[in-house]
Structure formats: C-alpha cells, structure tokens
C-alpha cells in the first residue's frame, strides 16, 4: 500500500496508508485531515480540495488536465505546484507522495 504524507496549514502531519487506485482526497477525508473540505464529493466541479504537490513529487504526479486547470482558477492562492486533490490516484510510483493544505479553500 502506498504512502501518502498531507500537511495541514498548522503544520501538522498526517502519515497515511493509501489503497492504490483511491485518490489523495478520499484518503484525507477518511482520516479527517483538516482543510480538505472536498464539497462536490471528488467530481473536480470545485477547487475546495486544493493541495500543493511537494515540488521533488511534481513531475511523477503530473500536470492537472485542461477540466482540472479550468477548477483550479477558483482555488485561493494557487501556485505551479497546485492540483486538486481528487485529481491525484495514489499507486506505488507515488508510494512517498507528500502535499500540503493551503490555509484556506475556496
């Protein structure tokens, strides 16, 4: 089972197990991560899952696709790093994969 580390806006950690295939959203609100608000459920139609991809992770999880760019223009205080977090599915390739919580959503 791959890993995932979210970093709330406090700076605190969260150490996660993540089943391949389940996103970096639904693992966060499953363990209560706080600032992950996730209103439209995981269907990319807000930005109130909003992350910053640690930068040494960017190039393995990619760049948001043009639905996700389009969602990502409502986001609070977006940076090349940003991605929604309903947008990134965990697998081993990802196994290590840390994002923080902006310090607020939109």
């Known amino acids: 089972m791959?890993?995932?580390k979210v970093i709330a806006f406090d700076g605190t950690e969260f150490?996660?197990?993540a089943e391949s295939g389940s996103t970096v959203m639904e693992n966060a609100i499953k363990n209560a991560v706080p600032g992950i608000e996730a209103e439209c459920g995981g269907a990319c139609a807000c930005a109130t899952c909003h992350v910053y991809v640690e930068p040494?992770?960017?190039?393995?999880v990619g760049q948001p696709d043009v639905m996700e760019e389009d969602m990502l223009d409502f986001?609070?205080?977006t940076k090349p790093n940003s991605r929604l977090s309903c947008?990134?599915?965990m697998s081993d390739e990802l196994d290590g994969l840390i994002v923080r919580v902006p310090e607020q959503q939109a």
């Open 75 to 77: 986001a609070y205080e």
């Open 56 to 60: 040494a992770w960017s190039e393995k």
């Open 15 to 17: 150490d996660l197990e």
């Open 87 to 89: 947008q990134i599915k």
């Open 2 to 4: 791959p890993k995932l």
